[in-house]
């Protein structure tokens, strides 16, 4: 039994710390460990809550940060400290009146505690930005949701796209995101999917016309493409803006899809950083 406390306790006390008082410098909590031996890419990871009905679709947050690893790449996770525009209730997919949440302090669940305030990201600092999807996007990211063509995005969501797009520093967007390039770079191409619902596989295959009415170019792409009955995962490049976009939960298909698509995503930002 002393052994096995020997073991144990040291174990329990580091993962107590954090509720006893222990806590972390900005930049330790900032910091994302990449399993790679040699990190290559730096890549700042913009999220907008905990939740697709009202932030950062988890799914999607996941497979980017798997698919950052995989590629080697030196992962920082931001997001804004501004209130979110409502809360949902997951079990109904309704507004919670009496609740409000903070969109950093929602994102820090899904970043682990390792996470910044968006004020805080400087293109300088990295080779590339990711932003997944989820409605956060749409609602705290910006007013998408709410007034679409003429929405406005969040000042400081601005500021990091034209930020990395005057540097010349690729961008890559998934599931209901591209519409913060769209509003924000003019003429940018981004996918989101098909332009028909296709019989409920695209629920949101309207938003391509609203990215047509902000003034981008909207291009026909799906999670997966098959040629020969081999399936490829599709993600659109904008070679001129180094804007990379892929449909992600904007399809109804299996997560695993999903999870590849967003892989093309990412392999293509990283490719794009010549790192």
Not at 34 to 52: D, E
Not at 250 to 262: F, N, P, R
Request: charged content about 20%; overall charge positive; aromatic content about 4%.
């Amino acid at each position: 039994m002393a052994a096995v406390r020997a073991l144990v306790v040291p174990r329990l006390a580091s993962a107590l710390a954090p509720l006893s008082g222990h806590h972390h410098t900005p930049s330790q909590r900032a910091a994302l460990h990449s399993s790679a031996p040699r990190p290559g890419a730096r890549v700042a990871l913009v999220l907008s809550g905990c939740g697709v009905y009202d932030g950062t679709e988890i799914h999607e947050a996941s497979a980017i940060l798997v698919h950052l690893s995989r590629g080697g790449a030196e992962v920082q996770i931001f997001a804004p400290d501004v209130p979110q525009m409502h809360v949902i209730d997951h079990t109904k997919g309704q507004p919670s009146e009496s609740e409000s949440r903070n969109v950093l302090a929602e994102s820090a669940r899904i970043a682990r505690g390792k996470i910044a305030n968006l004020a805080q990201l400087k293109a300088a600092n990295h080779d590339a930005a990711i932003f997944p999807g989820g409605f956060g996007a749409a609602k705290n990211l910006s007013t998408f949701a709410v007034d679409g063509k003429d929405c406005t995005v969040n000042k400081e969501v601005e500021r990091v796209l034209k930020e990395f797009h005057g540097a010349r520093k690729p961008i890559g967007l998934c599931c209901i995101a591209p519409v913060l390039a769209a509003k924000v770079i003019k003429g940018v191409e981004v996918t989101v999917g098909h332009e028909q619902e296709e019989g409920g596989k695209w629920p949101y295959a309207g938003t391509a016309e609203a990215i047509k009415a902000l003034g981008a170019k909207h291009c026909v792409k799906g999670v997966t493409i098959s040629f020969l009955a081999v399936a490829t995962h599709e993600a659109h490049v904008d070679q001129k803006n180094k804007v990379v976009t892929t449909p992600a939960f904007m399809c109804e298909t299996a997560l695993h899809h999903i999870h590849d698509g967003i892989g093309a995503m990412v392999k293509k930002v990283l490719e794009l950083t010549g790192k």
